[in-house]
């Protein structure tokens, strides 16, 4: 049987209920009180006695290095006043259930005490207050942690990333910039850790540092949002503004001085030095004997998403802001990527030259499949997304690089679609040509998410931009080769409602691709406000003839369901079609047993205009069962 002497205080054991003395009195031997130790914090004891600590945080920390000396087995009760002490060897609570598992004689463990300045540290080290909220509890729940999730907005207008040097180990120190820091011993004593520590334990001679380096307030509502609903799966392709080591000693220093909170008290230094012991026999609790395993001792060093060179100079310069900026140094290899996509090299105007006349040749055939190869073919992408960097930083060298290549590009392909057309016999407006004669608001929408994506694909590496390619040409090259056949055919209305189709698109994904590059950070919205303005002005202005478009269609798909199908005795209308608005003509099939007479197809007139409340000019073709 385990013989426990009783480790407290005179004035937290008066304030137990008689209840609880009671239950005590059923597990201790002896009853020692902290005011009777010694200065040097050591403790007298017999062999073969267990000690049952009912401690405050402070009192504990007086006894460390002795219990840590002694190697005699301990087992600290809930207290409360020893918060760092509960979260870091999760206490049983309530206090008759933590004798009872005591009265089961657990076996003593191995663990680890983590040393800050010299001082042990049973739950946290927090350098910076935006992790405020994720560092608060043991326990986080759900609507708890949203509370506690938005409460750092509060603080959102003052944060600030500050420079550190950081040493682990031997490895060779570095310095990075970071709006916080969090040290904690293992992951199951804070929210935040077990949110990015899937193996830690108490027992296995490391405690974890996580380096915060966030770009811009929303990059931390982003990732947290993704990460409270789609679990620990997205962490490592969430959080890349994290980096964590997992070592045994590392030392972190500020010349300027920082402010840090240890254990629930804030403290100032220049220099933290944070080390590990492992020679506690700890007598766990319940909750805690769960969580131990055997100890993974392999050593972590993940700082390759930390900010370096310019980086870090760019994030300590400023206050963080609500949507990142990329560094000049992260800008530059993009910027040299669009500048040199902005020339107009020979295989630009041989692929544009290409894919038009395989989009004429295409829209003659009536041929999807092949339209569709041509807007796989067309380049236009690469200076149409240079144009919207330039639109976006005011960049006038590489405004005009792009226009002249996109106007080159455009030129060619009118050339081309014009000759095509000019030698070609057919003048039919077949469904693929008169598909991008009628622009509406729905091409406008395409246009955007075509920039969007191609602006998007520039931006990460790691996203084929091929396939951005494949968006931004399907909204160009059909209606540029429908308007060069509009122009082949003198018809001024095709090459009208196709040019509109065009110039909407190209504008649309300027725009689109300018306002993405400011969200993913390539410029702050001072510089870029003007091109964004500018740009938007125009798309408005498209936007209303695209509206009246948009109206045309819905009033012309009215008319069509509200006809189709009716009846007038034994004849049916189907197959309605508009095929003009001024006058307003319609085409119709007739259904019947026998051939309408004059007066029947009139009365099918009015029967029309009734319904639609207009005057309209019928061409009928009848179609007669037998």
């Not at 319940?286 to 930390?306: E, R």
């Not at 090299?345 to 989009?359: G, H, N, P, R």
Request: charged residues 20%.
């Amino acid at each position: 049987m385990v013989v426990y002497y009783l480790l407290t205080d005179k004035d937290s054991f008066e304030n137990l209920s008689d209840k609880d003395k009671e239950q005590l009195l059923d597990v201790y031997k002896e009853r020692l009180f902290i005011e009777d130790i010694d200065n040097n914090g050591t403790i007298s004891l017999p062999n073969k006695t267990s000690l049952l600590v009912y401690l405050s945080d402070e009192n504990v920390k007086k006894i460390i290095a002795f219990l840590t000396a002694s190697q005699i087995p301990v087992a600290f009760l809930y207290h409360p006043e020893s918060l760092a002490l509960n979260n870091g060897f999760a206490l049983t609570k309530k206090l008759s259930k933590a004798l009872v598992e005591l009265k089961k004689e657990p076996k003593p463990m191995v663990a680890d005490i983590m040393f800050c300045n010299d001082e042990p540290i049973f739950s946290k080290v927090v350098i910076g207050d935006m992790m405020d909220w994720a560092t608060r509890n043991n326990t986080l729940g759900f609507f708890t942690g949203i509370r506690n999730f938005f409460s750092f907005f509060n603080k959102a207008r003052t944060i600030y990333a500050r420079l550190f040097t950081i040493k682990a180990d031997d490895k060779e120190s570095f310095e990075t910039a970071a709006t916080d820091i969090v040290i904690v011993p293992h992951n199951k004593n804070l929210s935040i850790s077990r949110v990015f520590l899937e193996s830690s334990f108490t027992n296995d001679g490391m405690f974890h540092t996580l380096i915060f380096a966030p770009r811009s307030i929303f990059q931390v509502v982003n990732a947290f949002l993704i990460k409270l609903f789609l679990g620990k799966m997205q962490t490592n392709t969430t959080f890349d503004f994290l980096g964590h080591i997992k070592t045994d000693t590392l030392t972190i220093s500020n010349e300027q001085g920082f402010n840090y909170v240890v254990d629930n008290v804030e403290k100032e230094t220049k220099k933290l030095t944070l080390s590990v012991k492992s020679n506690l026999q700890l007598i766990p609790s319940k909750s805690l004997l769960g969580k131990y395993k055997d100890p993974q001792t392999k050593k972590q060093y993940q700082t390759d998403k930390l900010p370096k060179g310019e980086t870090k100079r760019d994030m300590v310069s400023k206050q963080l802001p609500w949507i990142k900026h990329a560094s000049t140094e992260e800008y530059k290899e993009l910027f040299l990527a669009l500048r040199e996509n902005a020339k107009p090299k020979q295989t630009y105007l041989v692929l544009m030259t290409l894919s038009t006349i395989l989009a004429t040749f295409g829209l003659f055939s009536n041929s999807s499949p092949v339209i569709i190869g041509a807007m796989i073919l067309a380049p236009l992408m690469a200076p149409i997304i240079s144009l919207s960097m330039g639109v976006l930083r005011q960049d006038k060298i590489l405004i005009k690089s792009s226009m002249i290549t996109v106007g080159l590009g455009l030129g060619l392909g009118y050339l081309f679609a014009i000759l095509i057309t000019l030698i070609t016999p057919l003048a039919d407006l077949n469904h693929e040509i008169s598909a991008r004669i009628k622009p509406n608001i729905i091409d406008l929408g395409v246009a955007v998410i075509s920039g969007a994506a191609g602006a998007y694909a520039y931006s990460k590496e790691e996203i084929a931009k091929t396939l951005a390619g494949v968006a931004i040409a399907v909204a160009l090259v059909p209606p540029l080769a429908v308007s060069g056949i509009g122009i082949g055919w003198g018809d001024w209305s095709v090459f009208w409602g196709a040019f509109l189709l065009l110039l909407t698109n190209l504008t649309g994904m300027v725009l689109a691709g300018s306002l993405t590059f400011l969200i993913v950070g390539f410029s702050p919205f001072n510089l870029a406000k003007r091109g964004i303005l500018i740009s938007a002005f125009v798309v408005l202005a498209l936007s209303i003839p695209l509206g009246y478009g948009f109206y045309r269609v819905v009033e012309e798909n009215r008319i069509v369901n509200s006809l189709n199908h009716k009846k007038l005795d034994d004849i049916e209308i189907r197959n309605v079609e508009i095929i003009k608005y001024s006058p307003l003509t319609i085409s119709v099939t007739l259904i019947s047993d026998h051939n309408p007479t004059t007066e029947e197809m009139m009365k099918i007139k009015e029967m029309i205009q009734s319904i639609i409340n207009k005057d309209v000019e019928l061409e009928i073709l009848v179609s007669v069962k037998v």
